[in-house]
């Protein structure tokens, strides 16, 4: 065995206190929370919007992301099994959570709260949340890792991941810190553009960016993955990459349509 491949045998749980356990999914999901709150908070105080806006909204995203995550990995995943002990789909702590129904689920918050809380474009606000969401997650990979799960197919490479907690003995690629590094790079990308471009970009363009930017990084990475549902042993694309097709195809929508936008303003500016 190559002596930079790494025996991976982390506890999940940070501690515990009796039946309580604090695990470090947990933690990450809410420093995800945390620092994007006040990520959006800082944002809308330096564009003039009311404070108490960033509050609803933080309840909005909350809900919406964990039950979209929730349902997607019940309804993509693992229908079969849920469609029949339905009541489980409650069981947030037992695991389970998939990345396009918490994007749904945070399409369908933020719609409602741009219709009932929010007086600026839908878009606007897409533009400024996906800056947080892309280090939210970063953080919810670096969960998969401390839970050793989600990672690769075997791997010769040095720094190949021994999952022993999950009775590997090869070593796998660490798909969670390959995907977890992209949405990092995409956070500082994001973030510059909206300090410095954000006046010159039209409404929509950053949020496209980042669907294709993100969801082609994770259709590649799959690849690499190993199945999580057994269902996807034998296609040629696994859900993942099924998902991630229309996002990618949709971010390219919003870069077109926000550019076209852009146009026409200018010409009629012109006029």
């Not at 940070?14 to 959006?40: C, D, K, P, T």
């Not at 349509?257 to 200018?266: A, G, V």
């Amino acid at each position: 065995m190559n002596l930079l491949q790494i025996g991976w045998d982390v506890s999940p749980e940070i501690f515990n206190i009796g039946s309580l356990s604090v695990r470090w999914y947990g933690l990450f999901w809410a420093l995800s929370f945390y620092l994007g709150y006040e990520m959006v908070l800082r944002m809308f105080k330096k564009e003039g919007v009311p404070v108490a806006q960033a509050d609803s909204l933080l309840i909005y995203i909350a809900v919406g992301s964990i039950a979209g995550a929730r349902l997607g990995h019940c309804f993509f995943y693992d229908f079969e099994y849920y469609s029949k002990n339905l009541i489980e789909v409650l069981y947030i702590w037992q695991g389970g959570l998939a990345s396009h129904g918490g994007a749904i689920g945070i399409l369908i918050a933020l719609y409602y709260f741009q219709k009932k809380k929010s007086n600026k474009s839908f878009a606007w606000l897409l533009d400024r949340l996906v800056i947080p969401v892309s280090l939210a997650a970063f953080f919810i990979r670096m969960g998969n890792l401390m839970n050793s799960e989600i990672y690769g197919v075997e791997t010769a490479l040095p720094w190949g991941f021994i999952f022993e907690n999950r009775g590997e003995v090869v070593p796998k690629h660490p798909t969670q810190i390959y995907e977890g590094l992209t949405y990092l790079v995409l956070f500082f990308i994001l973030g510059y553009m909206y300090l410095k471009k954000r006046t010159r970009l039209p409404e929509g363009y950053i949020t496209g960016f980042f669907a294709v930017f993100m969801f082609t990084a994770r259709f590649l990475v799959e690849f690499i993955k190993e199945p999580q549902s057994p269902f996807e042993a034998d296609m040629m694309l696994n859900m993942g990459q099924i998902l991630s097709i229309p996002v990618i195809i949709g971010g390219i929508g919003f870069i077109v349509y926000s550019l076209r936008n852009k146009e026409k303003k200018q010409k009629k500016a012109g006029s």
